[in-house]
């Protein structure tokens, strides 16, 4: 294939893993001797929890096929993958944030199994001869924490499950839990495209969308967003120091001088561990006036029938079940219900959230993303949405001049290449 190596996106996510087969040599759906392996390799950049090693293991056990395991760095990933490609050696199942024009072609028809075992809809595109190639390995959903220690010493209320806030009366909270407990900061906030999306969708926005005319733009409704997140990125209520210069807003949580953290289901392994000194847990998160989320996901691909086999155990209910409740991972096949060992309350609302969350933009980003590498575009690693909202927030551009470059670099951006 003489297109050239597509540069993958990560859409936030942050958790990159790939299952590859060594032991058969050939490549791709056509080659039958890779149809019934014996022993496959099993590669990952991450495994939260051991999750992949173990469901590794119960392969093994279950179907004899050896699973040899091989850890690769994240940024050598889509390198491995696509050189593979070229040399006709390519992985049978793969775990991938996104799909290569250079081996898309190789990729196996996954439409029953994704049927078979309910993958979700909102995760799922079909390529333009209507075939499903991926089906997402999990979601990640943006979310909020609170430092209740905080809220409680101040005698701030904040709503549960079945509440709701709008971001007016959620930044008058924090600053009242500022103002009776001297924390430094009300919230911090990941300065990612993937975050600031789901805050525009809470303020109405239906993000960047195609137009008719073939161009890619913000709406009306996104302005009024980003002028509020300017309002507060003042260095009293965020600190400006983590879109500005990068500084490390989970630390900033972390050391508990800082009462929210708008971030995502990804930090609870983590936080499980890591802190000791308060007592934090998620919320629902605030609406002016739509309840949203913006979930990201991985895909799982297969590149051969022993690829294709192995993905019909892994999505089985019981092999998919174990593997989120070890990884603590959210779901993404309809019908799953974990039993987390910790945090189970904050698993739980994430799922509800997705649920109750506006669909028309739930997945919209991952989903446009996917589609349109699907169809052969060749994606920058990075959206222009951050990159913009930093020259705002900093002053050196104001919000029109802001929108009307996200919506220049965006038509670019979404440009498919032939």
């Known amino acids: 294939m003489s297109r050239k190596l597509q540069r993958v996106t990560a859409a936030g996510l942050a958790l990159v893993s790939a299952f590859a087969l060594v032991a058969c040599g050939g490549s791709g759906s056509g080659d039958a001797s890779r149809d019934d392996a014996k022993e496959i390799t099993l590669t990952f950049s991450d495994d939260q929890n051991d999750a992949y090693k173990t469901i590794a293991k119960q392969y093994t056990k279950d179907t004899g096929v050896k699973v040899n395991i091989m850890e690769v760095p994240y940024a050598d990933l889509s390198t491995k993958i696509a050189n593979a490609a070229k ?17 898309t072609d190789q990729l196996e028809d996954l439409t029953g199994i994704a049927e078979k075992h309910g993958a979700m ?19 990640t959903a943006v979310g909020l924490f609170l430092n209740t220690s905080l809220f409680d010493k101040a005698g701030v209320a904040y709503p549960d499950p079945n509440g709701s806030w709008t971001w007016e009366e959620f930044i008058d909270a924090v600053k009242k839990v500022q103002a009776a407990t001297g924390a430094k900061y009300g919230m911090v906030m990941d300065a990612s495209s993937h975050r600031e999306r789901s805050f525009l969708y809470q303020f109405g926005s239906k993000g960047v969308q195609q137009k008719s005319d073939g161009t890619w733009a913000l709406d009306d409704k996104a302005k009024t967003a980003l002028e509020f997140l300017k309002s507060i990125d ?65 895909y799982m691909v ?53 649920k109750k969350s506006d669909q028309a933009v739930l997945s919209h980003q991952v989903m446009t993303q996917l589609d349109l590498a699907l169809k052969g575009s060749v994606l920058p690693s990075q959206d222009p949405m951050k990159e913009e909202t930093v020259k705002y927030l900093s002053g050196e551009q104001d919000v029109d001049a802001t929108i009307k470059n996200m919506n220049k670099l965006f038509t670019k951006y979404y440009k498919v290449e032939k």
């Open 87 to 103: 040399a006709n050696d390519l992985p049978d199942v793969a775990r991938v944030p996104q799909v290569n024009p250079v081996w």
């Open 121 to 139: 809809k909102n995760l799922i595109k079909r390529n333009p001869e209507g075939k499903i190639l991926t089906i997402a390995s999990d979601m």
């Open 234 to 298: 003042d260095d009293r209520v965020m600190p400006k120091s983590v879109w500005a210069s990068n500084e490390d807003p989970s630390a900033l949580f972390k050391s508990g001088q800082v009462a929210a953290y708008y971030s995502g289901n990804w930090q609870i392994a983590d936080f499980n561990k890591s802190i000791t000194s308060f007592k934090w847990k998620s919320v629902i998160m605030p609406a002016s006036p739509t309840r949203a989320t913006n979930v990201g996901t991985n």
């Open 302 to 354: 297969a590149l051969s029938g022993s690829g294709k086999k192995f993905l019909d155990w892994f999505y089985s209910r019981k092999n998919y079940t174990a593997f989120c409740v070890q990884g603590n991972y959210l779901p993404a096949l309809n019908g799953i219900t974990p039993k987390y060992a910790n945090h189970q309350e904050d698993m739980q609302l994430y799922m509800d959230e997705i």
